[in-house]
């Protein structure tokens, strides 16, 4: 058993990675488990908020994703019958942050950047094909078993990070609840080649289109244009993902005269739940593993980043400073209510509001949405909080 490693993480995502490198920087000696074969081109996640770029930005980081991402400063709300609604620009927040704009860029880009960043650094070991089946803890230590091409094997540590997604198994091994619910309907992601702006002048890069049933988020990333949409429970995932029925969908969400070139379909469940606790002992849950919404507005890659950096600093602390373990208990106090009070609360009501079915209750919507992006004030305090600046902030302030 290996005993030099200060902190094991579960899980090569955004987040995991996240984590590693700023313990790697800070000299704390860490194993990276990933139960993958390789790092996962997952792309879900693909909204690189402000407050992101910025924490990003002190690692080296966000300048390398900016050469792959597209800038994106506006974005639009649009009714699938009444066209475009309202459109907001970042800019306005030049005065909050450094980087005042969304950044569209694949989540997979982001931990490609950080796995060549890590491979500077001796005290790192990223494994792959590394699926953990069993983790004990006791008060001075952590010891991690798990299952490699080549038998099984383990480690001990002295605290242990979970960012091993949504299906934990950290999180399962130690018994945190994740009460929540889970939606009715599936959500697909359809990728096209296909430029939207030629097809619906004026479509923005970033467009939540409303409807009762047919609402749809349409995301412009590098090299594609993303389809986001509501299936009903009853419609298999085989004919989700028919090439008819997807056709049908898109067209009817950006009419055109051909059918669309399909480079990347999929179809998936979608939850809202908050574990009960962030910490238990020396095992930490960050990310997905912590949290999950569902993804209008892009708040789940950004939050769960967000606990990164902050579980990793006062891992930092507790490590290399001194500082009493009781500061990780700070990180469940900071970071677990913004999942709840901020990011499932924005999440659930972007969801309402984009899904709306009462046509008076969409209109005042629609009036609201004029009036605010028609008043600078009231549009600078919107973006504050749909950007997550204001979640960070919030974060920041508890002690």
């Not at 491979?119 to 006791?138: G, K, M, N, S, W």
């Amino acid at each position: 058993m290996s005993n030099d490693t200060q902190v094991v993480i579960v899980g090569a995502g955004p987040v995991g990675c996240v984590v590693a490198l700023i313990l790697a920087r800070a000299g704390v000696a860490v194993r990276l488990l990933e139960a993958e074969p390789k790092l996962v081109q997952d792309m879900r996640g693909s909204t690189f908020h402000p407050p992101t770029l910025d924490m990003l930005d002190e690692l080296g980081i966000t300048p390398k994703l900016i050469e792959q991402g597209r800038v994106t400063p506006t974005f639009q709300y649009r009714d699938l019958d009444d066209g475009l609604i309202a459109e907001f620009d970042l800019t306005l927040l030049k005065d909050d942050t450094a980087h005042p704009y969304r950044l569209q860029c694949e989540q997979f880009k982001l931990t490609r950047v950080i796995a060549e960043m890590l491979a500077a650094y001796p005290h790192v070991e990223l494994l792959f094909d590394a699926r953990v089946v069993a983790i004990t803890q006791t008060d001075s230590q952590t010891v991690v078993e798990y299952d490699t091409p080549s038998g099984p094997e383990n480690i001990a540590c002295k605290y242990l990070v979970g960012c091993d997604g949504s299906r934990s198994t950290v999180r399962k091994s130690q018994n945190f609840g994740f009460p929540g619910f889970t939606y009715d309907e599936h959500f697909v992601t359809v990728s096209v080649s296909e430029d939207i702006s030629q097809i619906v002048p004026g479509m923005d890069d970033v467009s939540y289109i409303s409807h009762p049933t047919e609402w749809c988020a349409l995301i412009h990333v590098p090299q594609s244009w993303r389809f986001l949409f509501p299936v009903q429970a009853e419609i298999s995932h085989q004919d989700s993902l028919a090439e008819g029925y997807l056709q049908q969908r898109m067209k009817r969400i950006a009419a055109y005269g051909a059918d669309y070139s399909i480079t990347h379909r999929t179809i998936y469940s979608v939850n809202q739940r908050v574990a009960e606790t962030y910490r238990r002992g020396r095992v930490l849950l960050a990310g997905d593993a912590a949290h999950v919404n569902n993804p209008l507005g892009g708040m789940g890659m950004n939050g769960g980043i967000h606990d990164g950096i902050n579980v990793a600093e006062k891992l930092v602390a507790v490590l290399n400073e001194g500082a009493s373990d009781d500061l990780l208990d700070k990180y469940d106090r900071q970071r677990r209510p913004i999942a709840i009070e901020f990011v499932q609360t924005q999440s659930i009501r972007n969801k309402e509001m984009i899904e709306e079915a009462d046509p008076a209750v969409r209109r005042q919507r629609q009036d609201d949405l004029r009036a605010v992006a028609g008043d600078r004030q009231r549009s600078i305090e919107m973006l504050l909080q749909t950007s997550m600046i204001n979640a960070v902030r919030q974060s920041r302030s508890i002690e």
